[in-house]
């Protein structure tokens, strides 16, 4: 065999992979379909496949010629020989057929990514958002929603540019990517449901008005929203879908927790057959890039996901990913593969998935019973139905900074709502709100830190009051020496960080 | 140009050029980069004990789905990860610069092989292609330059400084490297026409890619002193350091001969080193480890964080192991073998090419990486002339031309190719040199009969 590339990556452009729907179907076009010239940033055009990986994958699978065009190391230096991984309830998955560990260890032969993974995740796909035929989505393998957002953002948006997003949104966007790039934000306002399509109208009338460029991208956390923990119904989708066609937005709609959503109450876990419908799924202009990842229902440390998008945009996407990281991690990629086909053969993928939701209902159960019996009166919350967080608002506070000393003080670290404020994390005016994880803490650790927090609140109530009648009988829960010399002061934890060696 | 005396500057050593400030050499990105403050958080309060932690966003360990993982290596090692070990390789980083077992493990290998003279500090990278991506978005803007060979690696030219505008320029080289003169000089000469001035050389110093070079210390010194004095930052991208095999040497040099780098030599605090497993072990692990002036450390590693919340942890507990079991005399066995594997299959290709190509083509024997620059002679104008008896005769390489800095240019004409020895087995290296001959020889019979 005189190629290096086995025949079965062979592909005719280097590029176009496994469409999901079958490329000889019809395809009906969306009047509303987008042309993603106007949207493509200047990076974005100067990217072109480029010459050598386009030599790599022309003569992959082509036996007869001698290929040294390509620098693919040669596998026999790679150092594993199998892997053999214990899963929980007993069962084990080894990973010892020679070329499926060499394919582990080499790089990536597809730029779209392995393709066993990748023909998984088509099916998978497919049968939970079935997807309309006019969006011709496609899928490229990432490396997890937070690198994926990245590339999408130096494809859409780029240094300088602007942006839609919940007024609320993951802190990581806002400091990690928007401030360093100069991209500006609009926040649009929220209510239990998530993004309000009135907002998002008025949103937009202001930019236009306002003379400055108009956002033509809007991020959205549409399932335990990302801190707020709204999930978005099917019509609240519908309302924005249609705004976004309308206005001409691409939807940028990162959905880690959609494999969280739970039912705390008696009835079964929706497993995967039970969830809310995605932005995917009404998706008939091709206009929704939908971010998927392993991080929150599988395994984070594999730093894998997908994208699913119109094949244009997963063009620039796959480049840029190509340049970035040269794909993603190959020994993850067939690690997660042989998991779901293992896992496939025995329905598996469904009973685990239910476990974890069934793990996370309890544990906002348990965060949920601690609240009511601690902060009636004290805070609101909604409770969540997905994801991990629970967003109190605190009463008798104009920003949740006025108990933060003492809560750290405490031993109770939250984050401060005004972290995730698209302003963030130093916002205009004052922000009340906390957002609580109840991903790690045990229920004792739970129960400690809302009493902790409901204390710290009476006396905060009773301070504001000037009366002392609020004032909880007991004291504050006794702490370890060692947890109040080893917490910072509060000076660390506001908007001007010390500078962290190592970091 | 070996043992050339000081410049009468007296600025040899790159004295005096200390990097006290490095904030001047950032870009507007490079300098908004702070850690965000939700990992801060995350990181403040990691392994501190009676905090009750609702801050971060991590999922919970109860429902990561691996209770084991082993792993068997082709040398008979068997690594099996403690229990610590499983949970810690499932779940998010939770320090900015990486898994820290394998952070150690790596402040301690730049140490023992570098001993870099200037403040430091060490990263684990998600490998070299995005550490190179992200610490040029850390130093330059748009519009600025990057000093290189005149030749260099295609891939950045592709997918990373054209694509961010950032401007290329290339300097001549010769079979030890960049000319540290025509550095000098065209560094001088920008200046006196009050150019814009490159902010950082890049360059690939041991089985450089394309041209296959090897610097040797003397050279490297000269080139380091120009950079000291223009105020260069040095990006020293070095995949093949461990893949050296050269003609003369008793025995493979294992992992504690490879030479002297830049960063041993980094008096100023001038040089990003980057460093990779991909070469060493395997590419699909994704994993690498950056040295830096602290300052450029900690930016580099919030952007990182930033860009993707670090390299996946799962390799990075398991190299760590790996590396564990192994030692540094394992290490070294390691580095032995795959030497030997390279420099078999590059004395293959030159001992071919000796007996098939000569006259026909030129190139030295490589003593580092996975590449040969072989230049056509045969009246070849340009790797393009070639197309059509190449696909005839079913043998291809990488053109020249898309390595230059200015990329393929058809007018001036590009007659080298990139040929890769390393990608392929013993047998296919024979086969390939001798279709590129036939392929030289016909095309130097039709010239003929013209």
Same mark, same amino acid.
């Given at each position: 065999?005189l190629?290096?590339?086995?025949?079965r990556?062979v592909?005719s452009?280097g590029?176009?992979g496994?469409k999901?729907?079958?490329?000889?179907?019809?395809v009906?076009?969306s009047?509303?379909a987008v042309d993603?010239?106007t949207?493509?940033?200047?990076?974005?055009?100067?990217?072109s496949?480029?010459t050598?990986?386009?030599?790599?994958?022309g003569s992959?699978?082509k036996?007869e010629?001698a290929?040294?065009?390509?620098g693919?190391p040669?596998?026999?230096?790679?150092?594993l020989e199998?892997i053999?991984?214990?899963?929980?309830?007993?069962a084990?998955l080894?990973?010892?057929?020679?070329?499926?560990?060499t394919d582990?260890?080499?790089?990536?032969l597809t730029?779209q990514?392995?393709?066993?993974?990748r023909?998984?995740?088509?099916?998978?796909?497919?049968?939970?958002?079935?997807?309309?035929?006019?969006?011709?989505?496609?899928?490229?393998?990432?490396?997890g929603n937070?690198?994926?957002?990245?590339v999408?953002v130096?494809?859409?948006v780029?240094?300088?540019g602007?942006m839609?997003?919940e007024?609320f949104?993951?802190?990581?966007?806002?400091?990690?990517?928007a401030?360093?790039?100069?991209?500006r934000?609009?926040?649009?306002?929220?209510d239990a449901?998530g993004?309000?399509?009135?907002a998002l109208?008025q949103?937009?009338q202001?930019?236009?008005?306002s003379?400055?460029?108009?956002p033509?991208?809007?991020?959205i956390?549409p399932?335990g929203?990302?801190?707020?923990?709204?999930?978005s119904?099917?019509?609240?989708?519908?309302?924005?879908?249609q705004?976004?066609?309308?206005e001409?937005?691409?939807?940028?709609?990162?959905d880690?927790y959609?494999y969280l959503?739970?039912?705390?109450?008696p009835?079964e876990?929706?497993?995967?057959a039970g969830?809310?419908?995605s932005?995917?799924?009404?998706?008939v202009?091709?206009?929704?890039a939908?971010?998927d990842t392993?991080?929150k229902?599988?395994?984070p440390?594999?730093?894998?996901?997908w994208?699913?998008?119109?094949?244009?945009?997963l063009?620039?996407?796959?480049?840029?990913?190509?340049?970035?990281?040269v794909g993603a991690c190959?020994?993850?990629q067939?690690?997660?593969?042989?998991?779901?086909?293992?896992w496939?053969?025995k329905g598996?993928?469904?009973?685990?998935?239910r476990?974890?939701?069934g793990?996370?209902a309890?544990?906002?159960a348990?965060?949920?019973?601690?609240?009511?019996s601690h902060?009636?009166?004290l805070?609101?919350w909604?409770?969540?139905?997905a994801?991990?967080f629970l967003w109190?608002?605190?009463?008798?506070?104009?920003?949740?900074?006025?108990?933060?000393?003492?809560l750290?003080?405490?031993?109770i670290?939250?984050?401060p709502g005004?972290v995730?404020?698209?302003?963030g994390?130093?916002?205009?005016?004052?922000?009340p709100?906390?957002r609580m994880?109840?991903?790690?803490?045990?229920s004792?650790?739970m129960e400690?830190?809302?009493s902790?927090?409901?204390?710290?609140l009476r006396?905060?109530?009773a301070q504001a009051?000037?009366?002392s009648?609020n004032?909880?009988?007991?004291?504050?829960?006794?702490?370890?020496?060692?947890?109040?010399?080893a917490?910072?002061g509060?000076d660390?934890?506001?908007?001007?960080?010390?500078?962290?060696p190592?970091l | 140009?070996?043992?050339?005396a000081p410049?009468?500057?007296?600025?040899?050593?790159?004295?005096?050029?200390?990097?006290?400030d490095?904030?001047?050499y950032?870009s507007?990105d490079?300098?908004?980069?702070?850690s965000?403050?939700l990992?801060?958080?995350?990181?403040?309060?990691?392994?501190i004990?009676?905090?009750?932690g609702?801050?971060?966003g991590?999922p919970?360990a109860e429902?990561?789905?691996?209770?084991?993982i082993k792993?068997?290596l082709v040398?008979?090692?068997q690594i099996?990860?403690?229990?610590d070990?499983?949970k810690?390789?499932q779940?998010y980083n939770v320090?900015?610069?990486g898994?820290?077992?394998?952070?150690?493990w790596?402040e301690?290998?730049?140490?023992?092989?570098h001993?870099?003279p200037a403040?430091?500090?060490?990263?684990?990278t998600?490998?070299?292609?995005h550490?190179?991506?992200?610490?040029?978005?850390l130093?330059l803007?748009?519009?600025?330059?990057?000093l290189?060979?005149?030749?260099t690696?295609?891939?950045?030219?592709?997918?990373i400084?054209?694509?961010?505008?950032?401007?290329l320029w290339?300097?001549s080289?010769d079979?030890?490297?960049?000319i540290?003169?025509?550095?000098?000089?065209?560094?001088k000469?920008?200046?006196a026409e009050?150019r814009?001035?490159?902010?950082?050389?890049?360059?690939v110093?041991?089985?450089?890619?394309p041209?296959?070079?090897c610097?040797p210390?003397?050279r490297?010194?000269e080139?380091?002193d120009v950079?000291?004095?223009?105020?260069?930052?040095?990006?020293?991208?070095?995949p093949?350091?461990?893949?050296q095999?050269?003609?003369h040497?008793?025995?493979?040099l294992?992992v504690h001969?490879?030479?002297e780098?830049?960063?041993?030599?980094d008096?100023? %605090?001038?040089?990003? *080193? @980057?460093?990779?497993?991909a070469?060493?072990? &395997?590419?699909?692990?994704?994993? +690498?480890?950056?040295?830096?002036h602290?300052?450029?450390?900690?930016r580099f590693?919030?952007?990182?964080?930033?860009s993707?919340?670090?390299?996946n942890?799962f390799m990075?507990?398991v190299l760590?192991?790996?590396?564990?079991?192994?030692?540094?005399?394992g290490l070294?066995?390691?580095c032995k073998?795959i030497q %030997?594997?390279?420099? *078999? @299959?590059a004395?293959?290709?030159?001992?071919? &090419?000796?007996?098939?190509?000569t +006259?026909l083509?030129e190139?030295?024997?490589?003593e580092?990486?996975?590449?040969?620059?072989?230049k056509?002679?045969?009246?070849?104008?340009?790797y393009?002339?070639?197309?059509n008896?190449m696909?005839?005769?079913k043998?291809?390489?990488?053109?020249?031309s898309?390595?230059?800095v200015?990329?393929?240019?058809?007018?001036?004409?590009?007659?080298?190719?990139r040929?890769c020895?390393?990608?392929?087995?013993?047998?296919?290296?024979?086969t390939?040199?001798?279709?590129?001959?036939?392929?030289?020889r016909?095309?130097q019979?039709?010239?003929q009969?013209?």
């Amino acid at each position: 065999m005189l190629s290096d590339v086995p025949a079965r990556f062979v592909q005719s452009n280097g590029v176009a992979g496994a469409k999901l729907k079958n490329a000889s179907d019809a395809v009906p076009q969306s009047s509303t379909a987008v042309d993603w010239a106007t949207h493509l940033t200047a990076e974005a055009k100067l990217r072109s496949q480029p010459t050598l990986r386009r030599l790599v994958v022309g003569s992959a699978g082509k036996h007869e010629v001698a290929g040294l065009h390509g620098g693919l190391p040669h596998p026999s230096i790679f150092p594993l020989e199998g892997i053999t991984l214990h899963l929980k309830g007993g069962a084990s998955l080894t990973i010892d057929d020679p070329q499926t560990v060499t394919d582990a260890q080499q790089y990536n032969l597809t730029s779209q990514g392995y393709d066993p993974l990748r023909e998984w995740v088509r099916v998978h796909t497919n049968e939970q958002h079935h997807p309309p035929p006019s969006g011709q989505h496609d899928i490229l393998i990432t490396n997890g929603n937070n690198h994926t957002f990245e590339v999408l953002v130096a494809n859409l948006v780029g240094a300088g540019g602007c942006m839609l997003c919940e007024e609320f949104t993951y802190p990581h966007v806002v400091e990690s990517v928007a401030v360093p790039l100069g991209i500006r934000l609009h926040g649009v306002a929220m209510d239990a449901e998530g993004l309000q399509p009135d907002a998002l109208r008025q949103a937009m009338q202001n930019a236009k008005q306002s003379g400055s460029s108009v956002p033509k991208v809007l991020y959205i956390i549409p399932t335990g929203q990302n801190p707020t923990g709204a999930v978005s119904g099917l019509d609240r989708k519908k309302a924005i879908y249609q705004i976004c066609q309308e206005e001409d937005i691409i939807i940028l709609e990162d959905d880690p927790y959609y494999y969280l959503q739970f039912s705390t109450g008696p009835g079964e876990q929706p497993g995967l057959a039970g969830l809310q419908p995605s932005y995917l799924s009404l998706d008939v202009d091709g206009r929704v890039a939908r971010m998927d990842t392993f991080s929150k229902f599988l395994v984070p440390g594999l730093r894998l996901g997908w994208l699913t998008v119109h094949p244009e945009l997963l063009l620039k996407a796959c480049m840029t990913l190509q340049g970035a990281t040269v794909g993603a991690c190959g020994l993850s990629q067939v690690i997660t593969a042989e998991l779901m086909r293992h896992w496939e053969q025995k329905g598996q993928l469904e009973a685990h998935v239910r476990d974890v939701q069934g793990q996370y209902a309890r544990r906002a159960a348990c965060l949920l019973r601690a609240a009511d019996s601690h902060l009636q009166g004290l805070a609101e919350w909604v409770a969540p139905t997905a994801g991990m967080f629970l967003w109190m608002r605190l009463l008798h506070c104009s920003d949740a900074d006025d108990v933060i000393q003492q809560l750290v003080e405490a031993g109770i670290i939250v984050l401060p709502g005004r972290v995730a404020h698209f302003q963030g994390p130093c916002p205009p005016g004052g922000c009340p709100f906390i957002r609580m994880s109840f991903s790690k803490a045990s229920s004792a650790e739970m129960e400690n830190g809302i009493s902790t927090l409901a204390w710290i609140l009476r006396a905060r109530s009773a301070q504001a009051n000037g009366s002392s009648k609020n004032l909880a009988p007991t004291a504050l829960p006794s702490l370890s020496g060692a947890c109040r010399a080893a917490t910072p002061g509060m000076d660390q934890m506001a908007g001007n960080p010390p500078v962290v060696p190592g970091l | 140009m070996s043992g050339s005396a000081p410049e009468a500057n007296g600025s040899c050593n790159g004295a005096g050029h200390a990097i006290t400030d490095i904030e001047k050499y950032l870009s507007t990105d490079g300098r908004a980069r702070q850690s965000g403050s939700l990992s801060k958080l995350i990181f403040k309060f990691t392994g501190i004990p009676d905090v009750v932690g609702f801050h971060g966003g991590l999922p919970t360990a109860e429902a990561f789905p691996f209770s084991g993982i082993k792993f068997s290596l082709v040398d008979g090692e068997q690594i099996s990860l403690s229990s610590d070990q499983v949970k810690a390789a499932q779940q998010y980083n939770v320090k900015g610069d990486g898994y820290p077992p394998l952070q150690t493990w790596a402040e301690e290998a730049v140490q023992k092989l570098h001993a870099p003279p200037a403040d430091h500090a060490v990263s684990i990278t998600t490998g070299s292609n995005h550490a190179l991506d992200i610490v040029l978005g850390l130093l330059l803007d748009r519009g600025d330059h990057v000093l290189t060979e005149e030749f260099t690696y295609p891939h950045m030219v592709d997918s990373i400084t054209g694509p961010r505008g950032y401007q290329l320029w290339g300097v001549s080289y010769d079979n030890h490297g960049i000319i540290p003169e025509a550095m000098d000089q065209s560094l001088k000469q920008a200046a006196a026409e009050k150019r814009p001035l490159p902010k950082v050389l890049y360059t690939v110093p041991i089985g450089q890619n394309p041209a296959s070079f090897c610097i040797p210390a003397q050279r490297r010194q000269e080139i380091y002193d120009v950079c000291s004095r223009h105020d260069l930052l040095i990006v020293e991208d070095d995949p093949y350091w461990a893949i050296q095999f050269p003609a003369h040497s008793d025995g493979e040099l294992g992992v504690h001969r490879l030479g002297e780098s830049f960063l041993s030599m980094d008096t100023d %605090g001038r040089v990003v *080193r @980057l460093d990779s497993f991909a070469k060493m072990l &395997a590419p699909g692990l994704r994993v +690498g480890w950056l040295t830096a002036h602290p300052e450029l450390t900690a930016r580099f590693s919030y952007a990182m964080h930033g860009s993707c919340l670090g390299p996946n942890t799962f390799m990075q507990v398991v190299l760590h192991q790996m590396l564990m079991q192994w030692g540094w005399e394992g290490l070294d066995r390691h580095c032995k073998r795959i030497q %030997g594997i390279y420099r *078999r @299959l590059a004395d293959t290709f030159h001992e071919t &090419a000796q007996e098939e190509l000569t +006259g026909l083509a030129e190139w030295e024997r490589p003593e580092a990486g996975m590449f040969v620059w072989l230049k056509f002679l045969a009246g070849v104008h340009d790797y393009d002339d070639l197309l059509n008896l190449m696909l005839e005769q079913k043998v291809t390489a990488a053109p020249g031309s898309i390595c230059h800095v200015e990329g393929p240019q058809p007018d001036v004409g590009c007659p080298w190719a990139r040929i890769c020895f390393a990608a392929v087995t013993q047998d296919q290296v024979k086969t390939g040199v001798q279709r590129l001959a036939k392929v030289l020889r016909k095309y130097q019979a039709a010239q003929q009969t013209r």
